[in-house]
């Protein structure tokens, strides 16, 4: 039995809500229970977006994350306000392009991904959300999996179909780096 | 899982208001509940209904007073302020007795207040809110399955006693997503209406939709004739989640997404071995006040669990008869409590123990 | 033989007006309009808050009595519910219409809300007893302008007709006036047309009735009926402020 709590954090148009809803699908497809809740209101317009996604054996409580397991950060200001959040022993994966510090803490464990570095040297700058998730679900053993395929054509929808392979090839990249 | 989908807790009450039978939305946008105008707009033209963005929260309601009279299923969905404006037309339709559904997703106030998530509209709610004495049934969601779920049955309670049924919702629920299996919902069809103002067709006196009574001693006996359905309705529709009360010493009583916090309070002191439970009011009017007063003598103290400065609480002291002690844990203003704080007050109250 | 009968579509009831004021007469011309359309068994009536609160009462098809100002929001419901069966009217005095229900008006107009909208203007609240309306005219005295209309102080009065021909929604304004029999006949034809609108989806018709209220403006009925031709039509000029159906008509 295990309860498993993500906190996704970065700019809005990063691509926050997206990847955490990437999350939340697969564990609805691992038959999990789960639930997903963004930030909402004006500071989504360009400011801080971030989003709690819980993964558990169990019915979910409290849908909010103040202490995740996993933190997922996109930028320097959402490391300064979470980082001391992560409950010890936890892991903290980061687009190392946009955060130059390293984390302070040594009871977690850090992926540092060049995500953003990443993305726009392969052509697609839109997509370094996706790359760290590559990251964030190999690290879990979860990639590839039947379950991401599935929870990805999920997450995008029909009419944008045309865009399944390069969000593949994104997962793909952070997974093998 | 074989049908569960990943809906935000406002688009499941918007398509499970269409599941429902409603094909008539009134609205005007407002933070946090605008999902739902957005999926009925994207709707209802499709399946020949009718989104209809207002010009205000007043003339929306007042939409869905003209489509009640119809008999019609029809709801608008709003946000604490906008409530306050549509209380004007939820007295009229009270006084009138036409069924209607509406939807208040709270935000912090108040006045303008803020956008997160809120309780602090229990009061405005559970006694009517506008003018004059009357009631709507609240119906309390502490996730998207059962924003679903208590859609379906506020258009049935609705039809049934002719009257408002609202959904109390806060933010939180209405941004967050989680399965939900929306093929599992059964609708009971909509009863005969033949008060309807559709027409007479010539063959019959007119049907008459109104709340104006001129004559005290009539006015009088149609208040205490609304009052005996209210009556009826607290005998039968009251809903609650009872957790883990058996032996419980000390209740939590918490709605909405307080009750999800206090769950996991209330799991962590399970571990310390400390008897906690947590009554869940489903229906905040009717308020589940048996299973309260069951509990005197056995709990010792009451924790109510509030996003608001405390309202609740007076109901739950009122169902008690104020025989234990009382202990508010609330935030307010947009904050929710966290689990720490609640469990931070259970363990308060275990030290002090019985009287 | 007949030469005279009271319309179906009006209920045989005293009606509760006072004496000398043209709300009967009102009555009558829409009662007269759905008779001769056929169109009573489908038709809902919208009653305001004012004199015509009751109005529901007097009218034999389905009504539905709204709160103040709210009745073109209250009709956009009923014809929303049913827009191929439903002909639904709004009987609204210039309180109701023009002040605390202007968005409603407004918003019904610029929807071409496919409704018909009665204006009752006597430049006066009967119902509470006589106060200023939003269509007073400058030096009118009432009980909340003892010293006559202070335009300084209260501004000016609102020319529904002229404002609502600025809104393209709009389909059909006409203002009339019900203080002779030239002008009652006027009003009639006008009355009929808009409900005939609604029958042919020609969407929003309004006709504004210049109306008497010989209580609060303290005046016998007589002398009433002579203010309205003395002080109110001038302030208020009588005709069609606008007929799209027509104009398009014109233009081919």
Known sequence: MSTNNYLFAGFGGQGILFAGKLLAYKGLIDEKQVSWLPSYGPEM????????????????????????????????????????????????????????????????????????????????????????????????????????????????????????????????????? | MANKVLMKGNEAIAEAAIIAGCRHYFGYPITPQTEIAAY???????????????????????????????????????????????????????????????????????????????????????????????????????????????????????????????????????????????????????????????????????????????????????????????????????????????????????????????????????????????????????FPEKVLHDTVGKCHTYISVEMSMGQMIEDVKLSTECRGKYVLCNRAGGMIPSPEQVLAAIEEANKGGAK | MVVFDKPHALADIPLHYCPGCTHGIVHRLVAEAIDELGIEGRTIGIAPVGCSVMAYDYFNCDMIEAAHGRAPAVATGVKRADPDRHIVFTYQGDGDLASIGMAETVHAAARNENITVIFINNAIYGMTGGQMAPTSLPGQVTQTSPYGRDTNHCGFPIRVCEMLSQVEGAGYLERVAVNNVKNVKNAKKAILKAFKNQVEGKGFSLVEVISSCPTNWGLTPKKALEWIDEKMIPYYPLGVYKDRAADEEAAK
């Open chain 1, 45 to 177: 317009r360009g400011g801080t977006a971030s989003c709690s996604v819980i993964v558990s054996d169990t019915p979910v409580g409290s849908p909010i994350v103040s202490n995740p397991d996993t933190l997922i950060v996109m930028n320097l200001p959402s490391l300064d306000r979470y980082e001391d959040a992560v409950v010890p022993g936890g892991t903290i994966f980061m687009d190392s392009t946009l955060i130059e510090r390293p984390v302070k803490r040594d009871d977690v464990t850090v992926y540092a991904v060049p995500a953003t570095r990443l993305a726009s040297e392969n052509g697609i700058p839109t997509l370094a959300n996706m790359i760290l998730m590559g990251k964030v679900l190999s690290v879990m053993g979860e990639y590839p999996s039947d379950s991401v395929e599935a929870a990805l054509g999920k997450v995008i929808s029909a009419r944008h179909a045309d865009k399944l392979d390069i969000n593949r090839r994104a997962l793909q990249l952070g997974a093998e780096y």
């Open chain 2, 40 to 286: 009925m707009a994207k709707k209802m033209p499709k399946i020949g209904g009718t989104f209809l963005q207002a010009e205000s929260e007043i003339a929306a309601i007042n939409m869905v007073y003209g489509v009640a009279s119809t008999g019609h299923r029809v709801m608008t969905s709003s946000s604490s302020p906008g409530i306050s404006l549509k209380s004007e037309g939820l007295s009229y339709l009270a006084g009138a007795d036409m069924p209607a559904f509406v939807v208040n997703v709270q935000r912090g106030g108040p006045g303008l207040g803020g956008i997160q998530p809120s309780q602090a509209d229990y009061f405005q709610s559970t006694r009517g809110g506008g003018h004059g004495d009357y009631h709507m049934i609240v119906l309390a969601p502490a996730s998207v399955e059962e924003m679903a779920a208590l859609t379906v049955k506020g258009f049935e309670l609705a039809d049934e006693y002719r009257m408002t049924s609202m959904i109390l919702a806060d933010g939180t629920i209405g941004q967050m997503m989680e399965p939900v299996d929306l093929d599992g919902l059964k609708v009971n069809p909509a009863p005969e209406k033949p008060w309807a103002t559709v027409g007479t067709d010539c063959k019959r006196f007119h049907n008459i939709t109104n709340s104006l009574s001129l004559v005290p001693t009539e006015l009088e006996q149609q208040n205490f004739d609304r009052y005996k359905k209210y009556d009826v309705i607290k005998e039968k529709e009251v809903m609650y989640e009872e957790y883990m009360m058996d032996d419980a010493e000390i209740c939590i009583v918490a709605f909405g997404i307080a009750s999800r916090v206090s769950k996991n309070a209330i799991n962590e002191a399970r571990k310390k071995g400390i008897k906690v439970g947590l009554i869940r009011p489903i229906t905040l009017w009717p």
